[in-house]
């Protein structure tokens, strides 16, 4: 369903509002982390026609005859800017090198202007500043699939850290429910029944959430809805029993997927990626969670990650900043827009909510 909202939220006012302010200043510092950032400027709009993945909510509006809709992600223009960047004939093109890029924009989601803005953490019209990054592996090169989703996580915590954030109040949270969750429940994305994805995207990434900022009254309450929901599903016991265990524990047990070689071998992987940032970055906390969800669950591939932060002031904000592998909907749009060069890449990238950012800065 589109939303054409423009009229009625002056929607142009709060992105002018947005533009002019410290938190998206803020968000252009992030590509002074690596010297080799190229930055991508992108326009908060799109023709419709040019979006390049599927959303059941957009902000549109009409000009000059045309439809256009406004950003509701940066990974939007990490494909609409980033897959032509990519596509250039270069020497990169034949290395296993890392190329980072990315863009600092406004987005707006509708479905978040439905809700109560709460100052600082959510609106339906907020700043996003991505770090994209790219590299040319083979389909079985894991190592360098590691070191590839962990840079753009240590890269982000060094940002934060030169920020003014200690160590010790950064957590980043590792999954991969792509290939975990569907082997274990031996479906795909097609075929993920409703009170499944209800589950997963709705209750277990508040649970992490909640967990996080110690909101004791809500984390109870969605365990009793967890459960409830896992009571309705046509499970096995042993299915029943390892989803029970994500909600009461947030933590992998490697034992209870021995039996799910997908999932067991895609744990490993993120567990390595764990290991890598705990080696980089001493002091802060790194997990691998299964009950942290992306929002866009079906454009990610296999790695995904979120960024919490505790406040200099004390306050905990839950996903400062999340992202993941989004490789497979980088080529699909590569291949039908005629980008050859850009479709052989293995692509990661993380985005920072820069009020929350602004929030633990206690700004």
């Not at 939303?3 to 200043?25: C, F, G, M, T």
């Not at 005859?65 to 609409?80: F, K």
């Not at 994305?189 to 992490?208: F, G, H, R, V, Y």
């Amino acid at each position: 369903m589109k939303l054409n909202i423009k009229e009625k939220l002056n929607i142009d006012s709060e992105v002018a509002r947005i533009n002019n302010s410290p938190a998206l200043a803020l968000g252009k510092t992030l590509f002074s982390v690596r010297q080799d950032i190229a930055e991508l400027s992108s326009d908060n709009v799109f023709p419709l026609d040019q979006m390049p993945y599927q959303s059941n909510s957009l902000a549109t509006f009409t000009a000059n005859g045309m439809e256009y809709a406004y950003v509701r992600s940066t990974l939007a223009t990490a494909l609409l800017t980033g897959i032509p960047y990519l596509n250039r004939e270069d020497e990169q093109n034949s290395s296993r090198d890392i190329i980072r890029f990315g863009s600092t924009v406004t987005c707006v989601r509708p479905e978040d202007l439905a809700k109560p803005a709460v100052p600082g953490i959510r609106n339906g019209v907020f700043a996003q500043s991505d770090l994209e990054l790219a590299s040319l592996l083979g389909p079985n090169d894991d190592e360098e699939y590691i070191n590839l989703n962990s840079q753009v996580l240590i890269d982000s915590v060094r940002w934060l850290v030169r920020l003014g954030l200690p160590p010790s109040n950064i957590q980043v949270r590792i999954n991969n429910f792509t290939e975990i969750l569907f082997n274990i429940l031996r479906c795909d994305k097609d075929s993920l029944d409703p009170k499944t994805q209800n589950l997963a995207w709705d209750i277990m990434n508040e649970l992490d959430r909640a967990s996080f900022e110690e909101n004791y009254d809500l984390l109870r309450d969605l365990r009793k809805q967890a459960e409830q929901i896992i009571s309705s599903l046509s499970l096995d016991s042993n299915q029943r029993n390892i989803l029970s265990s994500w909600v009461n524990e947030g933590n992998y047990e490697p034992s209870q997927l021995t039996q799910f070689p997908v999932a067991s071998n895609a744990l490993a992987i993120i567990k390595e990626i764990e290991k890598t940032i705990e080696r980089a970055l001493p002091g802060i906390s790194v997990k691998t969670s299964p009950r942290s969800y992306r929002i866009s669950p079906f454009a990610y591939s296999r790695a995904t990650s979120q960024i919490d932060a505790k406040g200099r002031r004390g306050r905990k904000v839950a996903e400062i900043a999340g992202g993941g592998d989004y490789t497979a909907t980088a080529r699909r749009f590569a291949n039908n827009n005629n980008f050859p060069n850009a479709g052989k890449y293995t692509l990661t990238g993380i985005a920072f909510g820069l009020m929350r950012v602004n929030t633990v800065l206690g700004k």
